[in-house]
């Protein structure tokens, strides 16, 4: 299996301008996480989905930040304007299925995103 | 106030010693997650556990629902386990991460 494939792995890009992350999971895995890494917050927690459905985009730091899971085999992540302070680690995961966080979660290899 | 602590910080160990590691949490919770985090960036999920003691190989891993407290131990400690270890607690729609533990083993 090829695990979760993010892309691209490294972003930079000027301040206003819109940034797409994309992410596969693993193929049969129901629920797909997207996760931001600082230095100054650590790992959090920004949305997820459920059978392609979101479940809860509590973490999702303001209205720039916007996900999609058109199909069971793709998310996206975009930010637009995207603002120096997104620059993060994104990280994208998927489980198999049954209750969301009682479930072991396979994690991409992270996409490094640096606004200017 | 952070729902998830870890204990310590930043650990050094001698190649052979063993390291334990301890989460505490303030939520009641579904389950609990050791996470490893190698210094090239990549995160591996260690054990996810609900109740009791689960191990794998020379890594071990406790939790006291009662107590509200995890531990992950690590026996014969190796250069290779050099890493920072994060637990992370599910609730409801929620995961808590603790700031990490920064392991490194010394030959």
């Known amino acids: 299996d090829a695990g979760v494939i993010q892309s691209p792995r490294h972003e930079v890009t000027e301040m206003g301008q819109e940034v797409t992350l994309r992410c596969k999971p693993i193929?049969?895995?129901?629920?797909l996480f997207w996760y931001r890494q600082t230095m100054m917050r650590g790992l959090e927690l920004l949305i997820y989905?459920?059978?392609?459905?979101?479940?809860?985009d509590s973490g999702m730091p303001e209205d720039r930040f916007s996900a999609k899971m058109p199909n069971a085999s793709f998310s996206t992540l975009k930010i637009q304007p995207s603002e120096p302070r997104d620059s993060a680690v994104y990280f994208c995961?998927?489980?198999?299925?049954?209750?969301?966080?009682?479930?072991?979660?396979?994690f991409g290899p992270g996409t490094r995103l640096t606004v200017l | 106030k952070n729902e998830v602590e870890q204990s310590p910080q930043n650990l050094t160990a001698q190649e052979g010693e063993f390291i334990t590691i301890n989460c505490s949490y303030s939520?009641?919770?579904?389950?609990l997650h050791w996470l490893q985090q190698h210094p090239g960036g990549g995160i591996v999920s260690l054990f996810m556990?609900?109740?009791g003691k689960k191990k794998h190989g020379r890594l071990i891993a406790t939790i006291n629902i009662q107590e509200k407290h995890s531990s992950l131990h690590i026996t014969a400690s190796h250069p290779r386990d050099s890493a920072v270890y994060i637990c992370?607690?599910?609730?409801?729609?929620?995961?808590?991460f603790g700031t990490g533990t920064s392991l490194t083993v010394i030959p």
């Open positions: 995961a998927s489980s198999l299925a049954g209750l969301v966080f009682t479930d072991t979660q396979y």
């Open positions: 193929s049969g895995h129901n629920s």
């Open positions: 989905f459920n059978n392609n459905v979101p479940i809860d």
């Open positions: 939520v009641g919770i579904s389950a």
């Open positions: 556990l609900s109740s």
């Open positions: 992370a607690v599910g609730r409801g729609n929620q995961f808590y």
